[in-house]
């Protein structure tokens, strides 16, 4: 439930969105490379007869395990956040998720909203406003999908990347630029900020007009009860 309602939350809906649009769709799949080339690359992935939405996260798994990347079975980075077979153990493993459930796009940004909170702990702590390191949030990202650009320059895999390159050669390439990349960060450090100060206004408003009820309710269950007669009075009737 906490997950779903991150997914749906502007800050990370924006994100997930901004990041779906240099990986992939809830469809999207490829088997591997060969070389500098990506082999299979599709937003129409079917094995057995079914969709990438349609197959369990087992199933899935089971297709990962297939390592020639000619093999038409094959399946290698998967779905909107084009997870690897490694990072699919990784994520199952820290997740928890049903592997019986389906990958479908409730599950798949779920585990989306691990890569990027979870396994990149620095991009959540920089939305949330507990750090401001911008530098190290865009890094982590760059980390994690190919189609983020470096920050700076630095080696990855004993692979020297330029600033602006994806950290991944093998036909990998960078789909945003450094810019977009701040301003998604940003705007997403923005949203939460807001959608936290809402919270928080619902919040003091709900318990102000549960206390004024509450004072209401006593007031109107006071009941003044007329002193009772004493005897002298009795007697002087």
């Known amino acids: 439930e906490e997950s779903a309602a991150l997914a749906s939350s502007p800050a990370m809906s ?15 799949s490829n088997r591997g490379t060969i070389g500098n080339n990506i082999i299979g690359s599709t937003h129409r992935t079917v094995r057995g007869g079914k969709e990438l939405p349609d197959m369990t996260i087992a199933e899935i798994m089971q297709y990962q395990t297939i390592t020639n990347p000619n093999d038409p079975n094959r399946l290698f980075a998967v779905g909107r956040y084009q997870i690897i077979p490694g990072t699919m153990k990784a994520a199952v493993s820290a997740t928890g998720i049903d592997v019986n459930r389906k990958f479908d796009q409730a599950a798949q940004d779920e585990l989306g909203i691990w890569l990027v909170t979870g396994k990149r702990p620095a991009v959540g702590r920089y939305i949330r406003g507990e750090s401001n390191d911008l530098m190290l949030a865009m890094e982590q990202l760059a980390l994690e999908f190919a189609s983020f ?32 990349v701040r301003e998604m960060l940003e705007r997403a450090r923005e949203q939460h900020a807001e959608q936290q100060a809402q919270a928080q206004q619902a919040t003091t408003a709900t318990v102000a007009s549960s206390t004024a009820q509450t004072q209401n ?15 002298s009075d009795l007697q002087s009737r």
Do not use: C, W
């Open 217 to 231: 309710n006593t007031t109107a269950s006071t009941v003044t009860t007329p002193p009772a007669a004493t005897v």
């Open 149 to 180: 650009p470096v920050p700076r320059d630095m080696t990855v895999r004993k692979r020297f990347r330029r600033t602006g390159q994806s950290a991944y050669g093998s036909g990998n390439k960078a789909s945003h630029s450094i810019p977009q």
């Open 14 to 28: 924006g994100l997930l969105s901004s990041i779906s649009s240099g990986e992939g769709g809830y469809n999207s």
